[in-house]
């Protein structure tokens, strides 16, 4: 079944704690990306990855690392989390035909940081 | 940069009645248009998309939407609503020249009463 997974669903953390919300996605897609979703504020990109070796930085990046070793993975590092990332935070890949992009979501990981 | 605005935070209507979400963007170029629905704790499911043709689309659960590019408009609509479509709805674009990113609205909470 194509998907794209990410762990943990959910995670309670300190300040301070350094942390790492896998995703991995099983279609060979090159494009992956990472948003966070905040009341009001719909969904805001974090990081894209064109490809492997490739990242770059999205709408709201600060406080976040990302890294692309592999192509099927694009791990979300939060090296020093502070509560303003609470947040629900949801990787995404991105199936490409021609002109046609579309998105494919993983569950999200809900985040809270105290 | 491009922007999309949906018109109403939050809507509240009872069962059997109509529903209209607004969703306009402001993008000069081809776009690719999506909307997505969130159910209460659960992750993002795609409604329909919209990619060419036919400007009036169809979409899981009786939901439609209606591609007016001299507007800039990509509303949702669905003729009679049920108690089980309270959830909140995105509506997000993709400019076919940001790779892939998407940008997407506010969101709308939508409440159906019984």
């Known amino acids: 079944e194509a998907q794209v997974t990410q762990n943990p669903r959910y995670l309670i953390t300190v300040t301070g704690k350094k942390l790492t919300v896998t995703c991995s996605q099983n279609?060979?897609?090159?494009?992956m990306s990472w948003y966070r979703q905040d009341p009001g504020l719909g969904l805001r990109q974090i990081y894209y990855?064109?490809?492997?070796?490739?990242?770059d930085k999205g709408d709201v990046p600060e406080g976040y690392k990302v890294s692309r070793k592999e192509k099927r993975n694009f791990p979300l590092i939060l090296e020093s989390p502070s509560p303003n990332q609470t947040s629900l935070y949801f990787c995404?890949?991105?199936?490409?035909?021609?002109?046609?992009?579309?998105?494919?979501f993983g569950p999200g990981t809900r985040l809270t940081v105290t | 940069a491009q922007s999309v605005s949906q018109h109403n935070h939050h809507v509240i209507l009872s069962e059997a009645a109509s529903l209209e979400l607004g969703c306009n963007y402001s993008?000069?170029?081809?776009?690719?248009l999506f909307w997505y629905v969130q159910y209460p704790g659960q992750h993002l499911q795609l409604l329909l998309k919209?990619?060419?043709?036919?400007?009036l689309v169809k979409g899981i659960k009786g939901f439609e939407a209606e591609f007016i590019k001299s507007k800039f408009s990509f509303n949702l609509r669905k003729p009679s609503v049920q108690w089980s479509d309270t959830a909140e709805y995105f509506c997000?674009?993709?400019?076919?020249?940001?790779?892939?990113?998407?940008?997407f609205g506010a969101g709308t909470q939508v409440v159906v009463t019984p």
């Open positions: 990855s064109m490809n492997v070796e490739v990242t």
């Open positions: 919209y990619f060419s043709g036919d400007p």
């Open positions: 995404a890949s991105r199936a490409q035909r021609g002109g046609i992009y579309e998105q494919y």
């Open positions: 997000a674009v993709n400019a076919l020249d940001s790779w892939g990113k998407l940008q």
């Open positions: 279609m060979n897609h090159e494009y």
């Open positions: 993008y000069g170029g081809t776009v690719n």
